[in-house]
């Protein structure tokens, strides 16, 4: 494996939600609080399996995450037996704006930020990311979202997107391979997969990430 050198790099893009925002605790905190109000008892493990199964199959029909969520959250309805008001249905995608960075991504960003350009390539709509935008805490030079390219991760045009916007070369930084780090790399870019510890919300994948690091932190400290 080649050394990581900062010097390499004019640009760090990162995935948003799963690297530096803790989805998982976010989409947990949302559905089991709901599946317990109708009596439904699972384990979080199952959750995260049974969302990261729905999520890319229903992004694959297109509409906003908004909608994708929604949809989500009807197949959990489906296959667990219960009745969600429209309400409930809706308040999944709001509940992006309680969804809270892990405890390590804050100071990491503000050392990276003071070192490279930063930019953001995530599966979601502008004014959620708003939401998780104010608890990051930079300014990111791009934010490329599903909205505006109109087709989501792994597809390729969100990176051909975020390659026209940023200034190359690019390092790319996620915790998902399946969305992130297999396209990246088929595009020929070197990737650092953070491996977040514990069930994932995302679809497993094989992928040969350039780097690992177990954190965002840990990241930092290699390329700073």
Known sequence: MTELQADNYKTLTFDCYGTLIDWE??????????????????????????????????????????????????RFADRLAFTPSDDTLAGFADSIE???????????????????QLAIVSNVDDDLFAYSAKHLEVTFDEVITAQQVGTYKPDHAMFHEL????????????QSRFHDIVPATELGLDTVWIERPGSSAARTIEAQPTWTFATLGDFADAIC
Do not use: C, M
Not at 52 to 60: F, K, R, S
Not at 98 to 116: E, G, S, V
Not at 167 to 174: C, G, Y
């Open 98 to 116: 309680h969804w809270h960075p892990y405890p390590d991504t804050i100071a990491a960003l503000k050392r990276l930020a003071d070192r490279f």
């Open 163 to 174: 390659l026209k916007r940023v200034e190359a070369p690019v390092l790319h930084v996620a």
């Open 25 to 74: 605790s976010g989409i947990l905190g949302y559905l089991q609080t709901l599946l317990r109000s109708y009596d439904v008892n699972v384990v979080d493990s199952w959750v995260l399996e049974f969302f990261a199964a729905a999520e890319p199959d229903v992004q694959a029909g297109g509409g906003s995450y908004r909608s994708v969520l929604t949809q989500v959250l009807e």
